[in-house]
Each structure stands twice: as C-alpha cells, then as structure tokens.
C-alpha cells in the first residue's frame, strides 16, 4: 500500500490550493500521486439528466464507470471503509496518495493548514500531525510558511518516499510496433508487471521496457 499523508485544517484554510502545489510538485518529480478528499457536502458533481450515465444511475445501478480517452470515473455509493481501507483498495499502485480532511484517521500522518488565530491548534487535538503550514506566529514542532510548497514537498519525499523511486512507466511494444496505451492502463500495466516480476533490465530507452517471455532479458531468438 503507498504511503499516505492528509492536509487537515478549518474550513478556508487554504488545504486545497497548498495540496494541489505539493501534487503539481511531486508529479514533476516523477512519482505517481492520488488526491482522495473528504467533504460534508453532498449533490457535488451530478450528472445531466441526459447522461447514459445518468440513466444508469436512475436504473438502480450500485456502480457506474465510463471510461474515456483521458481518463476513467467510477461513480458508486460511498464504502464503509476507514481511509487506509480504501487507499489500499482503489490507489494501490501510486506512489503516494495525498488527502484532504480525514483529520481523525488513525494510522495517517498530517499536516494541518491553519489561517485563523481564533482557531484552535487542532495538533493539540487529533493525532498524527507531523507539521503546520501557517504564517501565524508559532513555536514547536516543523512550521512551513504558505509559500514554501516546495519544501513541503521535499518534506513529504524525505519523509514518505525514501524508499520509492520515481516509476518509469512501460510501453507495449508488438513485432516492433509501439503500442499506445492510456495513461490509466499503463500505470496499472506497470504496477502488475513490476509487483509480479520485480525490477527489471530497461533497455536503453526510456520509459520503454522489452522484456523477453522466456528469460526476462531484451527480447531473445524465442521471441522471433
């Protein structure tokens, strides 16, 4: 399961737009990275009455996916699962699954966002907080400032991936032709590959893989 960390704070802290930098951050760094974000609110995002999505909806389906050339959504009834549950569930094969809200999972490092002076430190209330991004006044612990996403991401590396390298996606390639994959089923081709076989001899290429069926090597005279 990849590591997870959640951004936590009072409403209006800015949680969204300091996570968001981090995201943009690690993902040029070359790590694959979730977002999964609690909210109270509901009716978010319905679909046009109009939609086959929509009617399937109307039908009693319990879950909806369409998939698309850029991108796969899954609409489902909310699972009865805690945060780690469902990371391990649905964001397997990422590097690092970032979270919004989530302040009371257990098990979860945080870090709270805080703006108000009038609020309290919620560090002094939920466990877990390993940090606080504020430009309030503030003594103990690892303070950043709003504007340093750049060492929040760096914080995150040091702390979470230390043991993870960037992954270099792989590409299908058949009798010599490169085969175009979208992106969702490349990064899940990737992870089954390298969780089945472990790491692998790149060839020269990168982000390419040839791999040979007999002998896990660059193609050999069996392949031909």
Known sequence: MPPVISFIGWHNSGKTTLASQVVALLKAKGYTVAV???TKEQ???????????????RAGADCIALLAP?????RSKPPELDL??????????RDLVIAEGFKH???????EVRRDPDSPLLRDQVEGVVAVVTDLFLTGGIVFRFEQSREIADFIESRLLADRT?????????NGANLPLPEPLRRQLTATVLALLGPLPMN?????????????QPPCAADI
């Open 84 to 93: 780690l549950s469902l990371v391990q569930r649905t964001f397997f094969d």
């Open 36 to 38: 999964i974000k609690s």
């Open 204 to 216: 020269g290429k990168e982000g390419t893989l040839e791999l040979c069926l007999h002998c896990r």
């Open 166 to 174: 960037p992954a270099t996606p792989i590409s299908l390639t058949v």
């Open 70 to 74: 850029d991108q796969l959504l899954i």
């Open 105 to 111: 999972a257990a098990q979860v490092e945080k870090i």
């Open 43 to 57: 009716g978010l995002a319905a679909e046009e009455a109009w939609t086959d999505t929509a009617i399937y909806r």
